[in-house]
């Protein structure tokens, strides 16, 4: 069986003076033609939760009869600044917007139970982050970047898109974690070959950005999630594969925290890249933009 695994399309980026997400989707279209793969994953960051459904039927379309499954990122839980108050928590994001969509085009939404795939179960979700991966002791001209500085949301829109983003920081990573594991667990239940798709990076070594010591130091605390890092250790040995995004810089195939083979798929805003994954021979196949 041939999986493509996706991440990042990033659908609602309309600018038109620069690659945008319809550029992104073309080359993703292009790519399930090319490589006619027996199952499609992607791993977030698909668009605005507005537009959910416009999205996944349009994904559907592309993939076809093919097994589709998906987890959410970031993105797909930014609403308005004005709607914010109307969601106390991630989980109704995701009944208002993605639940049914994803249900009406026959697609496995990740987030809420597992794609069983015959040979194999992908589990997965969003996971959030934790503010573990945050760079210690990071000072920047000369101040040091507090737990106060990084839930002020510099140079970064979540806080201000996610709703209760700052104030449930913590809630929702544990709550993700757990999600994940609980997921995680099923699959390893069936005794089938187990392969895991998230959005946010578990462990620093996925995030692809070198510290620098400069301001972009601080999107590190936003690139993952520590506790499902530590879900997912303890799991190691009954997974196969572990594929992540959300940061926008490809991470190459390599065990990592005792799970056989691990990558970012890495995909930026309008270029995209792919993952082809054989399960005949656990093989690992890079598509579209080269890096």
Not at 23 to 51: C, H, K, L, Q, Y
């Amino acid at each position: 069986m041939k999986i493509l695994f996706a991440a990042d399309l990033h659908l609602n980026i309309p600018d038109p003076s620069r690659r945008t997400g319809r550029t992104t989707f073309g080359a993703f279209a292009e790519s399930v033609v090319a490589e006619n793969p027996d199952a499609v994953v992607i791993g977030g960051d698909i668009g605005v939760p507005e537009r959910a459904g416009d999205y996944l039927l349009a994904i559907r379309r592309v993939v076809g009869d093919r097994p589709l499954a998906l987890c959410l990122g970031n993105h797909d839980f930014w609403v308005p600044p004005w709607m914010k108050s109307e969601f106390s928590s991630l989980q109704e994001v995701i009944e208002r917007y993605w639940s049914f969509p994803a249900r009406e085009v026959g697609a496995v939404l990740l987030d809420e139970g597992n794609a069983d795939l015959g040979e194999l179960i992908v589990a997965g979700g969003y996971g959030h982050f934790d503010l573990g991966l945050a760079v210690p002791d990071l000072h920047l001209r000369g101040n040091r970047i507090t737990e106060r500085v990084y839930l002020a949301g510099i140079g970064w829109n979540d806080f201000v898109r996610i709703p209760n983003c700052a104030t449930r920081l913590q809630v929702e990573a544990r709550e993700q974690a757990a999600g994940i594991a609980k997921r995680v667990d099923e699959a390893i239940g069936s005794k089938k070959r187990v392969l895991v798709a998230i959005h946010t990076c578990p462990w620093r070594e996925l995030n692809g950005h070198p510290l620098t010591g400069g301001v972009e130091d601080i999107l590190s605390a936003y690139s993952g999630n520590s506790m499902v890092g530590l879900e997912l250790e303890q799991r190691a040995s009954a997974i196969e594969f572990l594929i992540c995004g959300h940061t926008h810089m490809p991470v190459r195939e390599r065990k990592m925290h005792g799970i056989a083979q691990v990558l970012n798929v890495g995909t930026d805003y309008g270029y995209f890249r792919g993952v082809i994954y054989d399960t005949s021979d656990r093989s690992v196949r890079w598509v579209g933009e080269q890096f």
